[in-house]
Structure formats: structure tokens, C-alpha cells
């Protein structure tokens, strides 16, 4: 286990709706990444939040927006759900915003839109 | 941008065996990291090794060892003494080195290997 949690397990929404995901950070970590796996695909990068900031986006629309708090936990909303949004939805931490850290993945929220 | 290819879909190998996976990757940057990491049926994604573009010597961890070509873009991955445990898919991953903004990783399509006791 890499202390890293997400919720919930699975989610199932109709199109059109909103959803938000939820990532605790592993115990000193300060950056939070999010990814999108679709089905027999690697993860997509979505975006990355360093303290309470937004450190970098992946090629996303603008409907896909996040979230850090101060204990940097993150959340990760999508507006206007699509049926090409259903995916694994990864969210990694680490120690820092820089490529020295190693990022430490959640077990997911597996995401279905119907 | 970069890119990450892994061409082989799925991989089979006899407990106890070695099995070599395939990764390439294409990228402008002088200076990066390559990875692969290890997703088994549970999901939980983990780190399984980590190469330094600017170190020559290839990383080994345990069982775990790659071959890293530079200038052929190439980084697999070997696995000795497989076991049942290493079932699961394999990613391979890249990223630039940054001092701060940005560290995201670019991951290939992933091999689902098996081991077959």
C-alpha cells in the first residue's frame, strides 16, 4: 500500500452530470496528480496541484478542474459528463512539484457514464 | 512532446524464467527520468524501477534490471526468477526533469504479462 487513498470505489453517472473525486495525500506530501485510464490504455496526465496551486494541466478541457486544500488533499470535478469520461481515475502524491519525487499512486475510482 | 511505445500487448512467461519487455520512447529533451511501473489486477500502481537519462550505468532493483540505449531510445525491462506475484500489466513512462513545475509522467499503452506456474 503506498498510503495514498481515494473515494469512492466505483461511481456510475448519467451524461450530462457532474461528479467530484477525492484524493488524501500520503503523509508528507505537498503535490497531488491526477490522471484519466481509459480502458487498455495508460494513464492520461490530467493536472497537478503544488500547494494549493495548479502546477501544470495535461490537454483537458476546461470542464475538468481541481482542487487542493490546505492538508493537500485534492479533488478532481468533471462538469457536463461524457461517455468517453468513463475511465480509472488516478490520482499519484509526492514529496514535491519537482521530477526528483517520486510519485505514489491511490488505487483509483473507477468512473462509468452512462 | 513526448511519446511512449510499448508494441508488445501481452506477454507470457514460465515461473522461474526470464522475460523481457519492450519500451520506446521519443522525446527533443536532453534531460529525463524513465520508469516502469507495475499495475496488478488489485490497481494500485507501483514504482518498479527508475533510470536517470544522464546516468550511463543501467538500474537494477532486486530481481528487476533494464537495459537503457540512449541513442536508440530504448528501455526495457527484465525480469528474472519470474514469479506468480509479477503477474499484472507494466507500464512504461517518461518524464522531463523539471526543478519544479510540472513532473508529469507519459506513460505507453502498458503489456498485461502473465506467469504460468
Known amino acids: 500500500e503506498t498510503g495514498v487513498t481515494q473515494s469512492p470505489t466505483h461511481l456510475i453517472k448519467t451524461r450530462g452530470q457532474q461528479v467530484t473525486l477525492r484524493c488524501s495525500s500520503q503523509?508528507?506530501?505537498?503535490?497531488v496528480s491526477w490522471y484519466q485510464q481509459a480502458l487498455g490504455q495508460g494513464p492520461q496526465f490530467i493536472f497537478q496541484?503544488?500547494?494549493?496551486?495548479?502546477?501544470g494541466r495535461g490537454n483537458f478541457p476546461p470542464r475538468f478542474s481541481g482542487l487542493q486544500f490546505p492538508n493537500y488533499s485534492s479533488e478532481l470535478n468533471v462538469n457536463a459528463l461524457e461517455l468517453d469520461d468513463s475511465a480509472l481515475y488516478l490520482c499519484?502524491?509526492?514529496?514535491?512539484?519537482?521530477?526528483?519525487?517520486?510519485?505514489?499512486f491511490g488505487p483509483g475510482t473507477r468512473l462509468t457514464v452512462l | 512532446a513526448q511519446t511512449v511505445t510499448q508494441s508488445q500487448p501481452e506477454m507470457s512467461v514460465q515461473e522461474a524464467e526470464t522475460v523481457t519487455l519492450s519500451c520506446t520512447y521519443d522525446?527533443?529533451?536532453?534531460?529525463?527520468?524513465l520508469f516502469w511501473y507495475k499495475q496488478p489486477p488489485s490497481r494500485q500502481m507501483i514504482l518498479v524501477i527508475r533510470q536517470e537519462a544522464y546516468k550511463q550505468q543501467n538500474a537494477t532493483e532486486n530481481r528487476f534490471s533494464v537495459n537503457f540505449q540512449k541513442a536508440a531510445k530504448s528501455f526495457s525491462l527484465k525480469i528474472s526468477d519470474s514469479q506468480l506475484g509479477d503477474t499484472a500489466m507494466y507500464f512504461c513512462?517518461?518524464?522531463?526533469?523539471?526543478?519544479?513545475?510540472?513532473?508529469?509522467?507519459?506513460f505507453g499503452k502498458g503489456i498485461t504479462l502473465s506467469v504460468r506456474p
Open positions: 499519484a502524491s509526492s514529496r514535491g512539484g519537482s521530477s526528483r519525487d517520486e510519485q505514489f
Open positions: 503523509s508528507g506530501h505537498n503535490t
Open positions: 496541484y503544488y500547494r494549493e496551486e495548479e502546477n
Open positions: 513512462a517518461f518524464m522531463k526533469r523539471t526543478g519544479g513545475a510540472n513532473s508529469k509522467l507519459t
Open positions: 522525446t527533443s529533451e536532453s534531460n529525463y527520468y
